[in-house]
């Protein structure tokens, strides 16, 4: 069965602030139904170590626009895809098309198709409830961890201030991504808050961001819970690789608290770095925390 997508105009990624990148793209992604995938792909090839870089909620490869240069600038390569419904990529229009099992898989496939090897993955929010799953799969692959602001979610809550961002989206079916990127990091230029806006030209475009929070993990029966389980086991008494961690403090969902705990569930992974001035999508703080990971890995 084909699944109705919208394709955003390419004029609408043009001259974005601090971002250009030529978009690279995975067409008719293994048991996608002819999606295509965007991913942006910089630096060597050959590169000893390449950084997978994960986004979330509502934002888009664009999210890695402060950190990809301190990486390829040490002479790596960086992969940053967009989540089907986000960015570049494809955009199912019926919301019901967007599943936990929907996003796992493309990256299942994403990872498969790349045949990546000596990967440091890097994940934030959404970026990390589906990213730290993959070293439990690619456990060869996957040798170092780059985690802000995230979770691996096995049937609680956040808390208050998630389901007040939950019961938003719901109320809100077109709320206006840019703005609320603002709201989030009040030092974005409003040339950067526009870009975050950029893939989703009217309410049409924005299923995959409207689903996001319908799909975090709060009860213990909600698919996905298996696999967190599993990934934690795996991050707590499997995992061989090195871990960083930065956690930018300000955030009122997955902030110190949370990913203090989180840490504790990685095999060796030492304590957070704290930005203190840092919200929610840390990236925007990015470049010391790509020099920091850097150093702490020895790269």
Not at 138 to 161: D, H, K, Q, Y
Not at 259 to 265: C, G, V, Y
Request: hydrophobic content about 40%; some cysteine.
């Amino acid at each position: 069965m084909t699944i109705e997508a919208l394709r955003t105009a390419d004029e609408r990624f043009n001259n974005l602030p601090g971002y250009n990148f030529e978009p690279h793209y995975f067409d008719d992604v293994p048991g996608f139904d002819g999606l295509r995938l965007h991913y942006v792909d910089e630096g060597r090839r050959d590169a000893r170590v390449t950084f997978l870089c994960l986004h979330g909620e509502p934002s888009w490869a664009y999210l890695y626009r402060k950190m990809l240069p301190v990486f390829t600038g040490r002479g790596y390569r960086v992969i940053a895809p967009d989540f089907f419904g986000f960015g570049r990529s494809d955009k199912p229009v019926d919301d019901a098309v967007y599943t936990y099992g929907f996003h796992r898989d493309t990256l299942l496939r994403l990872m498969e198709h790349l045949k990546l090897s000596n990967v440091c993955l890097v994940v934030q929010d959404w970026g990390g409830i589906l990213g730290l799953t993959l070293p439990m799969e690619f456990p060869s692959a996957i040798t170092r961890l780059i985690v802000m602001n995230t979770a691996l979610p096995v049937g609680e809550s956040p808390g208050e201030g998630f389901e007040a961002w939950k019961n938003y989206v719901a109320t809100h079916p077109d709320f206006d991504v840019a703005a609320l990127m603002k709201r989030a990091t009040p030092h974005l230029t409003d040339g950067e808050a526009a870009a975050y806006g950029a893939p989703f030209p009217d309410r049409t475009y924005m299923a995959g961001v409207r689903r996001f929070p319908q799909l975090v993990m709060v009860s213990p029966d909600m698919e996905g819970v298996a696999e967190s389980r599993e990934a934690r086991a795996f991050l707590a008494n499997d995992w061989a690789g090195d871990s960083f961690m930065a956690v930018g403090a300000q955030d009122p969902v997955l902030g110190v608290a949370v990913m203090k705990q989180l840490r504790s569930t990685i095999r060796h992974c030492p304590e957070p770095v704290i930005v203190e001035e840092g919200g929610h999508f840390l990236q925007e703080w990015g470049t010391p925390v790509a020099e920091a990971a850097l150093k702490k890995f020895g790269l």
